[in-house]
């Protein structure tokens, strides 16, 4: 999944942004409202911590341009305050979830993980194809009851693949939903995941190239 970190506290920013890559997500992070709406015009992003306090643009406007757009990203607002009446002015204003300062992290994750299942189609609680099967919420993958020991981008890579098997996936797509900012588009990053995926995987390969940069798994 891909998310969104706006905190205008450049430390918890970075903390949350670290900690939810760890956690196999791709994050963009930014400090000021007026970035947020940069990246939320041009990028699809499953969730937005939305911090409500923020300099440049407000996060309620954040909020409320989200909602007036229809959009399907889901916002987890932040705040210092967590009085009720905090709670439901956020909840009011389009916000799908709230959550006060300080939390647990654990928690933080938890809750990011359930507004991006409401964020997308949903899916089965394990992905399968062939002998492979992946499950989501315990990062677990295996290939014939053998665990694969993957990393973060190769997991998430897998899991994208494996949501929608049979389909071509552009290298594009998968830049954008696997990497974050940090990722130069006109890398070999994809292709180069797939490469270390692919000798994980071992035989029979599942995972084929089709001309023009996309790939699908299957079994052939």
Known sequence: MRVLVVEDFEVLARSIGNGLRREGMAVDVVLDGTAALDRLAAI???????????????GDEICRWLAHGRCETRVL???????????????????????????????????????ARRATPPLPPTLACGDITLDPARRVALRAGRRLELSPR???????????????????????????????????????????????????????????????????
């Open 154 to 220: 190769e997991f998430a890579l897998l899991e994208c693949l494996l949501a929608r098997p049979g389909l071509v996936i552009s290298a594009e797509e998968l830049l954008e939903r696997v990497w974050d900012e940090a990722a130069d588009p006109f890398s070999s990053a994809v292709k180069h995941t797939v490469h270390r995926l692919r000798g994980k995987l071992g035989d029979p390969p599942v995972i084929e190239t089709v001309r023009q940069g996309g790939y699908r798994i299957g079994l052939s």
């Open 77 to 115: 607002m932040l705040t210092a305050s967590g009085t009720i009446k905090d709670r439901v002015d956020g909840l009011s204003l389009g916000a799908d979830d709230y959550l006060p300062k300080p939390f647990a992290f654990a928690e933080l994750v938890a809750r990011v993980r359930a507004l």
């Open 44 to 58: 699809r992003y499953d969730v937005v911590i939305l911090d409500r306090d923020l300099p440049g643009v407000h």
